[in-house]
């Protein structure tokens, strides 16, 4: 357990030499869903409903990066290669950075800072409410991501992310709910949180 | 860019726009890359060349609302049986055969049978009619149909008394329709309405829009419009007509018989059990809008509704 949060930091330290190149690469990347986006908008290449689309793309992207950094501990696990733990980290706080875009697409074109609107579509719409829940509880999780709060925190910390199962859990229902009747993506979704959660259960009972 | 040609009926925007209208999607997008001097970004989109329509006349059924742009009308396009991404529509439709065409009128009529698309329209005079349509996943357009009064084809074909209900149905041919190879809905597609509806002089069967033959993905050839009811009710590619005594199952029905109804009246009122109905959002701009009862048709059709619960009959 301590190998596990000491990842981000000490043993991080250590193998910072041996593959510099990743983390900017993987900043590069994590940004280039956005790029793109204010690419497409400038360029009026994002069809006839931009904010839908954009809803989409941001919606998605909150997803598959959270999904992905789910998968680092599996990855690492599976590969031994202990340098992706380095990005972890960044691949939450991007979690993160998209769903606020995606709540903020809601929030000023959907409802247009409307808030007794807003408060009634939280709570009478599950997608909605989940969706929400997801990203209010994402928020204590981005805030305590320095190392100053990881030291700060100690074993709490560690108890806190734990709560990223549970949002993930939640973004992926938020997704499946809204759909109207093709479920397939949203179900993909589903099926890679499901494996990434059985690894874990798996290597928790193997113990 | 899009070369479009302005439609020859088209109010210079600077006479009828009221001042709400100008933060729309485009002035945002031409001012915001203008600022950022961007260069030409955008590829050149191809459209398929319309095919011209017949004579038609302008009718009185036109709303004073700017029009949604054809590329819009033509490349957001719900149409299940050919891919549940409205943007992926257009292209997958794009070689889907609409001639020859044949239209069975059956059920309780006096004139059954088989007939070809063309003997179907050759006596009814073709119209324009200026239209809202509010889709029930709350985003609207302001569409140019022609076409023609369903009431009059009804008219000529004679129901019985019997007759209570149409019942439309889309056709079948998953080898053109690739959504069609997987049953995300009970295929074929069908739509009904009850008489009185199909005989108000609001519902049209459309074979164009902007003055053109209707692009596949609307429908093509021939298809319903019902501006006061959701979009869904709106069945496209119309390839049987049956006059029934009781009322149709609707596909939506059965996808979701407590989501979708078979009145399904635009009403801001009654919400979608997963989504709200009280706004929309008009393609074309970028904040939403206040949906109205029916609609905005309430005038012509609240009368067929009256003492009916609404929440009941969705």
Known sequence: MRAWISGVSSEGARTARKARWLKPLVFLLCLLPFALLVADLLSDRLGANPVEKISHRTGDWTLRLLLLTLSITPLRHISGWTPLLRIRRMLGLYTFFYATLHFLTYLVFDQFFDWQEIWKDIIKRPYITLGFASFVLLIPLAATSTDGMIRRLGRHWRRLHQMVYIIATLGVFHYLWLVKKDLREPLVYAFILLALLGWRAWKQRSR | ?314
Not at chain 2, 73 to 87: A, G, R
Not at chain 2, 93 to 107: H, L, S, Y
Not at chain 2, 213 to 238: C, D, E, H, T
Request: aromatic residues 14%; hydrophobic residues 40%; charged residues 25%.
């Open chain 2, 1 to 314: 860019m899009i070369i479009r040609s302005q439609p020859r009926h088209a109010v210079k925007a600077s006479e009828i726009t009221p001042p709400r209208y100008y933060f729309n999607r485009r002035r945002f997008i031409t001012s915001a890359a203008a600022l950022l001097a961007a260069p030409a970004l955008g590829w050149p989109v191809e459209s398929r060349p319309a095919r011209p329509l017949g004579p038609y006349t302008r009718s009185r059924y036109i709303i004073d609302e700017p029009l949604t742009d054809y590329e819009d009308i033509t490349h957001y396009n719900n149409f299940y049986e050919f891919s549940t991404d409205k943007e992926d529509v257009a292209e997958l439709a794009k070689d889907f055969r609409t001639d020859p065409w044949t239209v069975i009128i059956d059920g309780e009529v006096e004139k059954p049978g088989r007939y070809h698309l063309e003997d179907i329209l050759r006596p009814h005079p073709l119209e324009e009619r200026i239209y809202r349509l509010r889709c029930v996943e709350a985003w609207s357009m302001v569409i140019p149909w022609v076409g023609f009064p369903l009431a009059d084809l009804i008219k000529r074909f004679q129901p019985t008394s019997r007759a209570k209900f149409v019942e439309f149905t889309t056709l079948y041919d998953p080898a053109q329709m690739p959504g069609q190879r997987r049953r995300i809905l009970d295929w074929p597609y069908v739509e009904g309405l009850r008489m009185d509806e199909a005989m108000h002089p609001l519902t049209l069967l459309a074979v164009g829009l902007y003055g053109k033959v209707l692009p596949n993905q609307n429908g093509a050839p021939l298809r319903l419009v019902v501006p006061w009811k959701y979009g869904f009710k709106n069945i496209k590619s119309i390839v049987r007509i049956r006059f029934v005594e009781h009322q149709p199952v609707s596909t939506w029905m059965k996808a979701g018989p407590r989501e979708y109804g078979f009145y399904a009246n635009v009403n801001p009122h009654v919400d979608h059990p997963r989504w709200s109905q009280a706004r929309e959002r008009r393609i074309g701009e970028f904040f939403k809008r206040k949906t109205l009862m029916f609609n905005g048709y309430g005038e012509e059709v609240a009368q067929l509704y009256a003492g009916m619960d609404l929440r009941r009959f969705f």
